[in-house]
């Protein structure tokens, strides 16, 4: 049973320039253990595709589809639920890490005070010196010096990529069925991007936590991905296992956005998205057929002007697990020529 199911999630903001449509139909789902990486180039939308799933946006933003959160035995639809609900699923059945860490955090709260609340409030410790020692020991976790000095800090009184590491820990704190990451690890030093990325598999390992992360860092994906959800003008454009996308991307997006690497082994290390020629269409005016058409560099069938390729499944592996199929939505064959 998987611990996330999305299906056909639509976003549109009211914008001065128009309805924008931030996402156009996305689906996939996150197995218990899985870590599901989501990439794709500024503005495809992948931010706003997961603050949607627990109620982050605007009030000029209209959701639809649905987002099945599996948690033990009960299943809720987060599309459905009211602020209070949301705010109890928020940190506890799901842990979140944003880009930007001063959103999560209340400026007037010492860090100690916000990393224990959590603990109290999950109960995951029966008193509030259990939960200092245990909000010192996750500090310590993620890499802080000094955490019982942390403790006692504000979040204003800590470094950008301190404060990033203060999120984690209250994210992973609760030991959430779903954690979503966006950008979490971006702004840290390898050493300390390592420590976390490990101190999350731990987690997986030991509490079947389902992941998605959004980065524009390959040597991460590489390195932690099961399958990977390309994301282009708010659609998925390719998914599919890390191996089959990395080494037989079926969409000419994905393969430039991966600069064409020849094997996944050439995506380990530090090396992000490269660019493409051009820029991604406006929310506000996305063309009518093939999203990518515009910039697509083996544009030749007729149809990608006028007619939106659907997800098929294409030739790979099957993905890291049964019934996870590579999937792209592209009228192309895998080398690229018109199927
Ligand atoms: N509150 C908003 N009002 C209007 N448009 C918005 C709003 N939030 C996001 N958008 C638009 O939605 C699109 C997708 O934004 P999003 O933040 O999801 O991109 P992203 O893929 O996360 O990019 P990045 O890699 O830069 O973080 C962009 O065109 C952005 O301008
Ligand atoms: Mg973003």
């Given at each position: 049973m998987n611990v996330l199911e999305v299906e056909d999630l639509r976003v549109r903001i009211d914008t001065p320039r128009g309805v924008a449509s931030v996402v156009n139909g996305l689906s996939y789902s996150v197995a218990p253990g899985e870590t599901v990486a989501v990439v794709g180039e500024s503005g495809s939308g992948k931010s706003v595709s997961v603050a949607a799933l627990l109620g982050l946006l605007p009030g000029t933003a209209t959701v639809t589809g649905s987002a099945r959160f599996h948690d033990g035995d009960r299943v809720r639809d987060l599309l459905t639920l009211t602020e209070p609900e949301l705010r109890s699923v928020r940190g506890n059945g799901i842990?979140?890490?944003?880009?930007?860490?001063?959103?999560?955090?209340?400026?007037?709260?010492?860090?100690?005070?916000?990393?224990?609340?959590?603990?109290?409030?999950?109960?995951?410790?029966?008193?509030?010196?259990?939960?200092?020692?245990?909000?010192?020991?996750?500090?310590?976790?993620?890499?802080?010096?000094d955490p019982r000095g942390v403790l006692d800090r504000f979040p204003h009184e800590l470094s950008g990529g301190m404060r990033q590491r203060v999120v984690i820990a209250i994210a992973l704190a609760g030991e959430p069925r779903l954690l979503v990451a966006d950008e979490a690890t971006t702004?840290?030093?390898?050493?300390?991007?390592?420590?976390?990325?490990?101190?999350?598999?731990?987690?997986q390992s030991e509490h079947g936590t389902g992941v998605v992360w959004i980065t524009h860092d390959l040597g991460v994906v590489a390195g932690i991905a099961d399958r990977v959800l390309v994301m282009y003008g708010g659609r998925c454009i390719e998914d599919g296992g890390?191996?089959?996308?990395?080494?037989?991307?079926?969409?000419?997006?994905?393969?430039?956005?991966?600069?064409?690497?020849?094997?996944?082994?050439?995506?380990?290390?530090?090396?992000d998205l490269v660019a493409i020629p051009g820029t991604p269409p406006p929310p506000t005016d996305l063309p009518p057929g093939c999203v990518f058409w515009p910039r697509c560099p083996v544009r030749s069938d007729p149809r990608c002007e006028h007619e939106q390729p659907p997800l098929q499944e294409v030739a790979g592996r099957g993905g890291s697990r049964p019934g996870r199929p590579h999937r792209a939505a592209t009228f192309c064959s895998s080398e690229g020529k018109v199927s």
């Open positions: 842990g979140m890490v944003f880009q930007d860490p001063m959103t999560s955090l209340n400026p007037v709260l010492t860090v100690g005070r916000q990393v224990a609340e959590g603990l109290l409030a999950h109960r995951r410790v029966p008193s509030r010196r259990q939960a200092r020692e245990r909000a010192a020991e996750l500090l310590a976790e993620v890499g802080l010096p702004a840290l030093d390898v050493t300390v991007q390592a420590q976390i990325l490990d101190l999350v598999a731990g987690l890390v191996d089959d996308v990395f080494e037989a991307s079926a969409h000419p997006y994905t393969r430039g956005l991966l600069g064409s690497l020849p094997a996944r082994t050439a995506a380990v290390g530090r090396s």
